[in-house]
Structure formats: structure tokens, C-alpha cells
């Protein structure tokens, strides 16, 4: 057999082929394991937590609100529990219908229409959703709350039948509640809550999640952080579908602290019912009245012992959720703005009252304070004539009889002569006497009352009239062109005068005139202040020149042990009133309401609380007049300050001083 053409086979290349396919493989596991090896020592709790993030959802579980009290312990907002009924969301998901044929069946038992319940099963923002508050805007993580506020003895029933309620529960869950003791309303001071924003959970350090009620107003804003506690953590696992399968961990809520406050129930009762009434008799005698304040300050400490606005609303109307209705009912013009306080809010004209603050600062600006000046029924500046009130004229008389009768033109002559002695127009304000004994009594800035939103009034110097006329300069000078067309097809005269202030502020707006130092002195022209500001800058005169901050809050407590914790005081300072000159003005204001404008509402007071105090009525172009009267008591040695204003409440011994009266008349039932 021939042999030509066949070779025999080469074993040593078929295994060095084999070797090359087994090193290859072998260096494959041996990567493998490597990062196996890798993920599990060294990368083993990302992987974990990346796990745990896919399978498990934390749920935050709000801690129950610290209550609101009063100084005898008495809750102003507390929390009671409303009857929810719920369903499991695996209700909705498993269902073909989105589970409308059982909360049909749910609708019927509660008595509540089909479709509020149905609009609760979605999201709020999600596709098909109703706009809030009828969409849940909560956790989709937790049961759908579907009915609130229901029937106890309806829900129970429900859960009696899981055959036909499958995935329903009752619970009973805290809301916050304002009970009102002494029929007290308060709701300028306490404010109200409402749903966290989607800024307030997303803003850098936030503790407030999406299912948080936050304070919207009053000392529930103010104190927010301390009233909301520490809420808890629940862990809970869930199926691809989102859905909660069981719980994981969980971390329970600290409740939030306590707040105690130096509020007075029986006097803010009885302030909130004196505005009212006067309110209400203003507008019989033809005044329209619409709107006023009165707040009581602790002369000695600053404390707010009471403090009333109007017009009010009903705290609890927002609990639970304020309705579209409800909403736009507070919010329409034809309420009057109730949501605003008066007292710390709203500035107006002091008027008269300001008096008090111009003695001192004529002494200041050189002037006797045992001196006679001249009270006319009229005092001329320039080309116009500043008229006293009623153009009554008393002849010369002293700063004591000017306050006691409150004459308007020994002011007028004080305020000009020191225009004039610090250059006219061409005056500073850091040498102006009235000017900057208004500020050292704190009118004209925030008085850093423990409450949000407060007004920091005006003080119209020479910096601030200038300000605004360089704001202002462009639109001023148009309608001086121009006039006012709009105002004069139903107010010829009101258009003419402010074609009038038009022509005369594009010149010389920028001027801080003799006319405006004359109205200065008298709490007239630009200046504006709140109640509490005059309260504040009152209380100062009364304890011999000490300008207190006002505060609510006083301390804190644990609701569980009991610890309270101090809050404190603001901050002081001592303004420039010299003991002669403080003692002169207190003695003046004693004689306002003995033999003054206000003695005839304070008739028959007790002996054992004399008050001492100042009327004021603002004049404002095309509005009533409004009603000032700032008062303590007792005169000897004074314990609190009374101060009260009231929007076009006409002359201030007519309807702020009867305000006042029945607060003092409430102060003094007080334990001394």
C-alpha cells in the first residue's frame, strides 16, 4: 500500500489549541470572581442601599402639634381627631374599575357623593386628576384618605363587612382645633396651617416634607419649628408596583413643644367684643367703621396681654382644608381684608396722640416746659392757614392745658420755629427734635413683636420724601399734565385737588416743607403707625422712658414631662425723656381724661383705676376720620397700656375711648 499523500496526525497541535481555549476561559472566571469579589467586599453597601431604594419606601409620620395657651394654661389651639375613613391603594390597583364600585358602595353608607371619594383616589397633578383640595396631595405611599370628618358610627360599619368593603379602614387622626375659651377669637394672633409648598420641602436643610401642614399665620408661623415637633420614620417595603407590602422599621414622632403665652382670655374676649360693639355703633350714627384694632401691653414687661382686630374670621375654618368657597369668601373686597390685623399690620395717621411724643421734642428744640404759647383757631405758614380742630381758638396756654384740650396750634408754632432754626429746606434729620424723638420711641420701624407680617409704619423725614419723589417723579409729573379724568366724571372736586398735589409734588416734592414739620407735630400728613407701635411708644412715657419690644410667647413646655423652657425678652433701649419732662406729660395725660377730650367716656370710672390717656382723630382726604385712643392705667403706677384705632371711626373720643374704657374696665377685674 502506497503511503504518498497521507501524513500522520499531529497530536501536540490539537493540544496546544485546547490550552489556548482553557486559558482564555480560565482568565474569564477568573475576572468573574474578581468582581464578584470586588462587589461583595468592597462595594457591598451601595449595591444594598441601591437595593433598599428599589424594594422600601420611608414614609414620614407627623408628631401631633404642640398646643397654643393662654397665661392660665387655657388651649387657644389644641388638637382633637376627626373620624377618616381610608383605603389601601392595592384596592384601586388590583381593581378594573379603579375601585368606583366600592367606593359606590362606601358612598351609600357615608351618605357623601360617589365622586368627592373617587377624586380622592388620585394624586393631586397627575393625569385625570380634579384640581385641590378634592385630589389627595399626600404620600402615595400611604392609605387614601377618602372621606374625612364622617359619621363614626357609619364608618365602623364598614370595616364590620370586609367581604364588601375590601382594603377600607377608620382612623381617628389629629387635627388642629382653635376651642375658644371665653368665646375668644384670636385668630390674628394665632394664625392658621396649610399644606408645605413644594418650595418649602425642596429648600436647601428642610425638615418639612409634602405631607406636612406648616404655620401660615400668626404665632403658628412664628412658632412653627417649635409646635411641629420631630416627625417619625416608617419604613415600608413595597412590590414593583409601588404598592406597601409590609413595614421595615420604624422611628415614632416626638411631639412638638407647648407654647404658653402671655394672653389674657377674659381681656381678649373683652377687647374683641368692645370692637365689635363700637364698630357697630359707629355705623348706626353714619360712620362706615370698617375696620379697627386694640392690643394691651404689660407696661412693666412688654407682654401682650391682649390684642383684637376687625374684621376676624373663624380660625377653624381652615382645618382640615379650607374650600375654594371658603377661601374666596375671606379674600372678596367686600370683606374687608379680614385675613390683615390691624394692630400690627395696618398703619394709619396717630393723629393727636402723637402730641405726647411732641412735648419732649419742643423741649429738645429749646422751648420752655413751663412756657405759654399761643393756642389760636388758626396759625399761618407761608401762604396757608393750619387750622386748629373745630378752628376753636383758647388763647396762651401751656404744653399740659395744649394736651389736655388738644390744641393743634401751639404744635404748628413749635414745629415751625424749629424748621426754621435748623435752616428750612435746607434742615437735616439727624438734628430734626421731632423726628428723631419719634424714632427713639420707635415709631417708624418693625417693633419686633414675636408675630409675622408686621408693618414698620412711616416716619416721612427729609430721606424718606425723597425717596419716594425719585420713585415717583415720572407719574407725578404726567398727572400734573394730565389730571385725573377717571376721578372727575363722579368727583370733580377730589380730582381737582389731587391735579392740585400733582402740580405742587413734580416741583417740589422732594422738600420736606414747613407745612410738612407742622403736620409732623400733630401726627398728620405722611406719618403712619400701628396700633402697636403707639402702644409700645404709650407704655415708654408710662414707665419713664424704657421702649420695650412686645412678645407673646413667654415659655415653652415638654407635653410629656413637663420641662418647660424659658423663651426671651426682645430687646430694649432707654429713650431721651428727661424725669421733668416725663412727669409733666404723665400728669397731662391724667388731666386728658379728668377734664379733657376724654373725659366724658371714662365718666364714672372706678376710683381704684385711674387712666391717663390721649384721644387722636386722623383726618384723611375722602374718608371719614379715623379713631384714635392711647391710655394705661392705673395712672399712680401704671400696669398696662391700652391702645386702640379705628378706620373711619370719626372723632377718637366717640369710638376708640368707649374701646378703651371697657378693656380697662376688663383690666381691672384683674388679680393685682
Known amino acids: 500500500m502506497s503511503s504518498i499523500g497521507l501524513r500522520p496526525r499531529d497530536g501536540s497541535a490539537h493540544q496546544g489549541r485546547f490550552l489556548s481555549v482553557a486559558l482564555v476561559v480560565g482568565l474569564l472566571f477568573v475576572t468573574l470572581f474578581g468582581r464578584l469579589g470586588q462587589v461583595q467586599l468592597t462595594q457591598h453597601a451601595d449595591y444594598t442601599a441601591a437595593a433598599a431604594q428599589l424594594n422600601t419606601r420611608e414614609i414620614v409620620v407627623p408628631a401631633v402639634r404642640g398646643r397654643i395657651l393662654d397665661r392660665s394654661g387655657r388651649p387657644l389651639a389644641d388638637n382633637t381627631s376627626t373620624?377618616?375613613?381610608?383605603?389601601?391603594?392595592?384596592?384601586?390597583?388590583?381593581?378594573?374599575?379603579?375601585?368606583?364600585?366600592?367606593?359606590?358602595?362606601?358612598?351609600?353608607?357615608?351618605?357623601?357623593?360617589?365622586?368627592?371619594?373617587?377624586?380622592?383616589?388620585?394624586?393631586?397633578?397627575?393625569?385625570?386628576?380634579?384640581?385641590?383640595?378634592?385630589?389627595?396631595?399626600?404620600?402615595?405611599?400611604?392609605?387614601?384618605?377618602?372621606?374625612?370628618?364622617?359619621?363614626?358610627?357609619?364608618?365602623?360599619?364598614?370595616?364590620?363587612?370586609?367581604?364588601?368593603?375590601?382594603?377600607?379602614?377608620?382612623?381617628?387622626?389629629?387635627?388642629?382645633?382653635?376651642?375658644?375659651?371665653?368665646?375668644?377669637?384670636?385668630?390674628?394672633?394665632?394664625?392658621?396651617?396649610?399644606?408645605?409648598?413644594?418650595?418649602?420641602?425642596?429648600?436647601?436643610?428642610?425638615?418639612?416634607?409634602?405631607?406636612?401642614?406648616?404655620?401660615?399665620?400668626?404665632?403658628?408661623?412664628?412658632?412653627?419649628?417649635?409646635?411641629?415637633?420631630t416627625p417619625g420614620r416608617t419604613v415600608v417595603s413595597v412590590d414593583p408596583r409601588g404598592l406597601v407590602t409590609g413595614v421595615v422599621s420604624r422611628v415614632d414622632p416626638v411631639a412638638g413643644r407647648d407654647l404658653v403665652t402671655s394672653i389674657d382670655s377674659s381681656v381678649q374676649v373683652a377687647a374683641e367684643k368692645a370692637l365689635a360693639r363700637q364698630l357697630a355703633a359707629a355705623r348706626k350714627r353714619g360712620l362706615p367703621a370698617d375696620s379697627g384694632g386694640a392690643v394691651v401691653l404689660d407696661v412693666r414687661t412688654g407682654q401682650v396681654v391682649a390684642?383684637?382686630?376687625?374684621?376676624?374670621?373663624?380660625?377653624?375654618?381652615?382645618?382640615?382644608?379650607?374650600?375654594?368657597?371658603?377661601?374666596?369668601?375671606?379674600t372678596a373686597a367686600s370683606a374687608g381684608t379680614p385675613l390683615v390685623s390691624r394692630v400690627t399690620a395696618s398703619a394709619m395717621s396717630p393723629a393727636s396722640t402723637m402730641k405726647a411724643l411732641s412735648v419732649p421734642a419742643a423741649v429738645a428744640a429749646g422751648n420752655s416746659l413751663t412756657g405759654t404759647y399761643e393756642c389760636g383757631s388758626s396759625y399761618r405758614i407761608g401762604n396757608r392757614d393750619f387750622r386748629n380742630f373745630e378752628s376753636r381758638g383758647y388763647g396762651p396756654i401751656t404744653f399740659h392745658r395744649a394736651l389736655e384740650i388738644s390744641c393743634d396750634t401751639v404744635f404748628y408754632d413749635v414745629a415751625?420755629?424749629?424748621?426754621?432754626?435748623?435752616?428750612?429746606?435746607?434742615?437735616?434729620?439727624?438734628?430734626?427734635?421731632?423726628?428723631?424723638?419719634?424714632?427713639?420711641?420707635?415709631?417708624?420701624?418693625?417693633?419686633?413683636?414675636?408675630?409675622?407680617?408686621?408693618?414698620?409704619?412711616?416716619?416721612?423725614?427729609?430721606?424718606w420724601k425723597r425717596a419716594v419723589w425719585n420713585e415717583t417723579k415720572a407719574e407725578t409729573c404726567t398727572r400734573a399734565k394730565s389730571g385725573y379724568p377717571e376721578v372727575a366724571k363722579d368727583d370733580p372736586s377730589r380730582a381737582a385737588y389731587l391735579t392740585?398735589?400733582?402740580?405742587?409734588?413734580?416741583?417740589?416734592?422732594?422738600?420736606?416743607?414747613?407745612?410738612?414739620?407742622?403736620?409732623?407735630?400733630?401726627?398728620?400728613?405722611?406719618?403712619?403707625?400701628?396700633?402697636?407701635?403707639?402702644?409700645?411708644?404709650?407704655?415708654?412715657?408710662?414707665?419713664?422712658?424704657?421702649?420695650?419690644?412686645?412678645?407673646?410667647?413667654?415659655?415653652?413646655?415638654?407635653?410629656?414631662?413637663?420641662?418647660?423652657?424659658?423663651?426671651?425678652?426682645?430687646?430694649?433701649?432707654?429713650?431721651t425723656l428727661p424725669k421733668d419732662v416725663a412727669a409733666y406729660v404723665q400728669d397731662a395725660l391724667r388731666a386728658v381724661v379728668v377734664s379733657g377730650t376724654g373725659a366724658q367716656p371714662f365718666s364714672g370710672m372706678a376710683a381704684d383705676w385711674p387712666v391717663s390717656g390721649k384721644s387722636g382723630t386722623a383726618e384723611v382726604f375722602g374718608r371719614s376720620d379715623t379713631s384714635w385712643f392711647e391710655s394705661y392705667a392705673p395712672s399712680t403706677k401704671p400696669r398696662y397700656v391700652v391702645s386702640v384705632a379705628v378706620s373711619q371711626g370719626g372723632h377718637g373720643s366717640e369710638t376708640a375711648a368707649p374701646i378703651a374704657r371697657a378693656i380697662h374696665e376688663a383690666l381691672r377685674r384683674l388679680p393685682r
Open 83 to 229: 373620624t377618616v375613613v381610608t383605603l389601601e391603594r392595592r384596592a384601586v390597583a388590583d381593581s378594573d374599575d379603579g375601585a368606583r364600585a366600592l367606593l359606590t358602595r362606601v358612598a351609600k353608607t357615608l351618605k357623601r357623593p360617589v365622586d368627592e371619594l373617587l377624586a380622592r383616589t388620585h394624586l393631586c397633578g397627575e393625569a385625570g386628576a380634579s384640581p385641590a383640595p378634592s385630589c389627595w396631595a399626600g404620600s402615595p405611599q400611604v392609605p387614601i384618605p377618602v372621606a374625612s370628618g364622617v359619621d363614626p358610627k357609619r364608618a365602623l360599619s364598614l370595616v364590620e363587612r370586609p367581604d364588601l368593603y375590601p382594603g377600607i379602614a377608620v382612623e381617628a387622626v389629629p387635627v388642629r382645633r382653635y376651642p375658644a375659651p371665653h368665646g375668644v377669637n384670636a385668630a390674628h394672633l394665632l394664625g392658621y396651617l396649610g399644606r408645605a409648598t413644594d418650595k418649602e420641602v425642596s429648600a436647601p436643610d428642610s425638615v418639612v416634607t409634602a405631607d406636612d401642614l406648616v404655620g401660615r399665620a400668626g404665632l403658628e408661623q412664628q412658632y412653627d419649628t417649635v409646635l411641629r415637633g
Open 307 to 330: 390684642s383684637a382686630s376687625a374684621p376676624t374670621y373663624d380660625p377653624n375654618v381652615w382645618t382640615g382644608g379650607i374650600s375654594g368657597k371658603e377661601y374666596a369668601a375671606l
Open 416 to 463: 415751625y420755629r424749629s424748621w426754621l432754626a435748623l435752616g428750612g429746606l435746607q434742615g437735616a434729620d439727624a438734628k430734626d427734635p421731632f423726628i428723631t424723638t419719634a424714632r427713639d420711641f420707635g415709631l417708624g420701624r418693625r417693633t419686633g413683636i414675636d408675630l409675622p407680617g408686621e408693618s414698620a409704619g412711616r416716619i416721612p423725614d427729609r430721606t
Open 500 to 575: 392740585s398735589l400733582a402740580k405742587e409734588n413734580c416741583v417740589s416734592g422732594a422738600q420736606f416743607r414747613a407745612g410738612d414739620a407742622a403736620n409732623f407735630a400733630i401726627g398728620q400728613g405722611d406719618v403712619a403707625t400701628t396700633p402697636l407701635q403707639m402702644g409700645v411708644a404709650y407704655a415708654a412715657i408710662a414707665n419713664g422712658g424704657v421702649v420695650r419690644t412686645p412678645r407673646i410667647g413667654v415659655r415653652t413646655v415638654d407635653p410629656v414631662s413637663g420641662a418647660a423652657q424659658a423663651l426671651p425678652a426682645g430687646p430694649t433701649h432707654r429713650a
